[in-house]
């Protein structure tokens, strides 16, 4: 059964990945970061971007904003690309939560959800390495933020052994520290890998946690 669920996440996280891929090779844009989604389906988050432009400068094509991560999936719902009903509930304000199914896809981890981002920063990867990616993560309980562990770190090991190799801050697959608490927590404790992420040496997870304190993150690229 173990087995069975980290396939299934495995196969979801490759899924939303291709999907992303395929939109941005059809719309020449990213899902939640579009400028024509007005042309195309009468929807587009001008809060996000006011002008209907990519977000200036170093953001441009960066699924970055708060704005951009609640809407990537209705645009790929939109463009046929994606299973589900999603919605822009939560698409219209930074305040507005994010909701597990509404804007964020469940995970087969109960309670857990997929998010893209694009990852940089301490506790997110190696300094040298930020992009797009999918999220594997759980949703503060305030619906806030998407920094709370998504899995324990003998799943996420698994998960990475299986479709990378098995070190959690290189290849195609890295594991983060996260926040076990869904109430958020300032600095992600030290529970999930024995190193910081952010560091040009490998960690290790960190096996003999049983936590959730985990968010993988599997590339869609990498700049």
Request: charged share 25%; glycine share 8%; aromatic share 8%.
């Amino acid at each position: 059964m173990e087995a069975a669920r980290i396939n299934n996440v495995i196969s979801e996280m490759a899924g939303y990945r291709e999907a992303v891929l395929n939109f941005k090779d059809k719309y020449k844009g990213y899902p939640g970061d579009f400028p024509e989604s007005t042309l195309n389906w009468g929807v587009y988050d001008a809060g996000s971007n006011p002008n209907g432009t990519f977000l200036p400068n170093s953001n441009d094509e960066r699924i970055n904003t708060v704005r951009e991560k609640r809407m990537a999936f209705h645009h790929l719902q939109l463009a046929n690309m994606i299973a589900g009903d999603y919605n822009s509930q939560g698409g219209d304000d930074d305040a507005d939560p994010y909701i597990i199914g509404e804007n964020l896809a469940p995970s087969v981890i109960e309670g857990s959800v997929y998010a893209f981002e694009y990852i940089s920063g301490l506790y997110d990867v190696n300094a040298l390495e930020e992009g797009n990616a999918v999220v594997l993560a759980r949703i503060r309980t305030d619906g806030s933020d998407i920094d709370v562990g998504g899995t324990d770190p003998e799943t996420a090991y698994l998960i990475d052994k299986k479709t990378d190799d098995a070190i959690p801050s290189e290849g195609a697959v890295y594991t983060v520290r996260a926040c076990e608490n869904a109430a958020g927590c300032a600095t992600p404790p030290a529970d999930c890998i024995d190193g910081d992420a952010a560091a040009v040496t490998a960690a290790d997870y960190v096996l003999s946690n049983t936590s959730q304190s985990c968010r993988v993150i599997v590339w869609i690229n990498q700049e």
